[in-house]
C-alpha cells in the first residue's frame, strides 16, 4: 500500500467521517487509513501508550514526533520517532528521548508531557514547550535544542496550575508570546503572556474564553498545536472539554488571531469541527480524545497534516488544508462568540 500521507488521506467508505463540517459535504479533516500509526507495539521498550507528540519537518525532509510516552508506573517522559513520509516505517530513539529529572528540575518528579515544539529562526533552535508535573500540579516547561539529541532545559516558565502552551515562532513587538492555559478563580481559559528573554514573563491577557452551558467548549478550553502564522492572522486550533454523564469528550475548534497583536481574537468558530468518532479515538486508556500537539505543512503552504494522540493511547494523522479551515471560519463565527473579553491581569479589567 502507497503510504504517502496525501493519496492515502482518502475518504473511506467504512471510515466514521459522519460529520459534516462544509458546504461541499466534505470534512475539514479526512482521517489516515492506516489509523492509529504509532502504538505501543511499535516501541523498542516496555511502555504502556504513545499519544500527544509534539511534531516538526526537520531540514533533511524527515517528520520529527517527539511523543508523550508513558511507562507502566504511569509516568511520562518523552521520545522521538523519525519518518521519511510522516506515516509509517518510524525509526524510534531506543531509550528516551528527554526524560523527567526530578533531582535538578523538581518540578518534574511525575514526569513530563505533551510537547509543543516552534521552530524559532532568530534563534535556529527548536522551542519545546511541555508539561512537567508534580506535587503542585502541572506547569509549563521550556527546553531549547538544535538535533533532538541534547536539550538546554530553561525549568518552569508558567507555575502550576497552567499547561496546553505554545511559543510563537517570532517577536511580537520586540517581545517573545507564549499561549497557554492555567486555571485561576477565572476559570479555565487560554491566555497569553510576554517576555524579553524567555524567562521573565509578564502582560498576562485572557485571549478567549470557555463559553458556558451546553456549549461544545464550555468550562475547559485550551491550545492544541501550535498556532499557524497565515495572511489573516494566526490560525490557532484549540480543543474544548464538554462534560457529559457519561464522561468528558475533547473535540477541536478554530480561532483566528491577529498577527501584531495575537491578544486580540478576530474570529472564533461556533461549532467544533474534529471529535472523537473512530472507535481507536473513543476507546483506550481515556475514551472519547482527540489531542493534537503538532502538525507540518507542506511545500504548497496550505495542505496539513495533523498529528493527534487518541484516548491518550496511540497516535493517528488526519490531512486537511489551511485555506479550507480559514474559509470555514470565515462563515462559521459569530460576533458575539467571535471575541474575547480580555482582561488584564494586573489591572483586573
Same mark, same amino acid.
Given at each position: 500500500?502507497?503510504?504517502?500521507? $496525501? ?20 470534512? #475539514? ?6 489509523? +492509529? =500509526? ?34 507502566? !508506573? ?14 509509517? $516505517? ?21 514526569? =513530563?508531557?505533551? +510537547?509543543?515544539?516552534?521552530?524559532? +529562526? ?18 509549563? /516547561? ?11 532545559? &530553561? ?14 515562532? !517570532?517577536?511580537? $513587538?520586540? #517581545? ?5 492555559? +492555567? ?11 510576554? /517576555? ?24 475547559? =478550553? %485550551? ?26 469528550? &475533547?473535540? #477541536? ?29 473513543? $476507546? ?19 495542505? =496539513? ?18 485555506? /479550507? #479551515? ?11 462568540? %467571535? ?9 483586573? !479589567?
Amino acid at each position: 500500500m502507497n503510504s504517502d500521507p $496525501n493519496t492515502n488521506a482518502t475518504a473511506d467508505t467504512n471510515a466514521p467521517e459522519c460529520h459534516v463540517e462544509t458546504r461541499t459535504g466534505l470534512p #475539514l479533516f479526512t482521517r489516515h487509513l492506516n489509523n +492509529p =500509526i504509532l502504538t505501543q507495539s511499535d516501541w523498542p521498550y516496555p511502555i504502556n501508550s504513545v499519544f500527544n507528540a509534539g511534531v516538526v519537518k526537520l531540514p533533511d525532509g524527515d517528520t520529527l514526533l517527539l511523543c508523550r510516552v508513558e511507562d507502566r !508506573r504511569g509516568l511520562s517522559h518523552l521520545c522521538a520517532a523519525r519518518s521519511t513520509n510522516g506515516v509509517d $516505517n518510524w525509526r524510534i530513539d531506543a531509550t528516551p528521548t528527554l526524560q523527567a529529572n526530578p533531582r535538578e528540575y523538581p518540578e518534574e518528579i511525575w514526569g =513530563i508531557e505533551d +510537547p509543543r515544539i516552534t521552530y524559532v +529562526p532568530e534563534l535556529d533552535q527548536y522551542a519545546v514547550v511541555y508539561t512537567s508535573f508534580a506535587r503542585g500540579g502541572p506547569g509549563v /516547561s521550556l527546553a531549547m535544542t538544535q538535533d533532538f539529541k541534547t536539550f538546554e532545559r &530553561y525549568g518552569v516558565i508558567m507555575q502550576p496550575e497552567d499547561k496546553d502552551a505554545a511559543l510563537l515562532p !517570532r517577536r511580537v $513587538n520586540g #517581545l517573545w508570546a507564549l499561549i497557554h492555559r +492555567p486555571v485561576t478563580t477565572l476559570g479555565a481559559h487560554m491566555w497569553i503572556s510576554y /517576555s524579553p528573554d524567555l524567562r521573565h514573563w509578564g502582560g498576562h491577557k485572557i485571549i478567549i474564553e470557555a463559553r458556558r452551558g451546553g456549549w461544545w467548549d464550555a468550562n475547559k =478550553i %485550551g491550545l492544541c498545536s501550535p498556532p499557524i502564522e497565515t495572511p489573516s492572522g494566526w490560525l490557532t486550533i484549540y480543543h474544548g472539554v464538554r462534560q457529559t454523564a457519561s464522561g468528558s469528550i &475533547y473535540r #477541536l475548534g478554530l480561532a483566528l488571531f491577529d498577527l501584531d497583536k495575537p491578544e486580540i481574537c478576530l474570529q472564533r468558530g461556533d461549532s467544533w469541527i474534529f471529535g472523537p468518532e473512530a472507535n481507536y479515538e473513543r $476507546n483506550g486508556d481515556v475514551k472519547d480524545v482527540v489531542f493534537p500537539c503538532g502538525q507540518t505543512i507542506d511545500d504548497d503552504g496550505d495542505t =496539513i497534516h495533523l498529528y493527534y494522540g487518541v484516548a491518550d493511547s496511540a497516535m493517528a494523522l488526519a490531512t486537511g488544508s489551511i485555506r /479550507s #479551515l480559514l474559509a470555514w471560519l470565515a462563515v462559521n463565527s459569530s460576533p458575539s462568540h %467571535g471575541n474575547t473579553f480580555q482582561r488584564d491581569l494586573v489591572s483586573g !479589567r
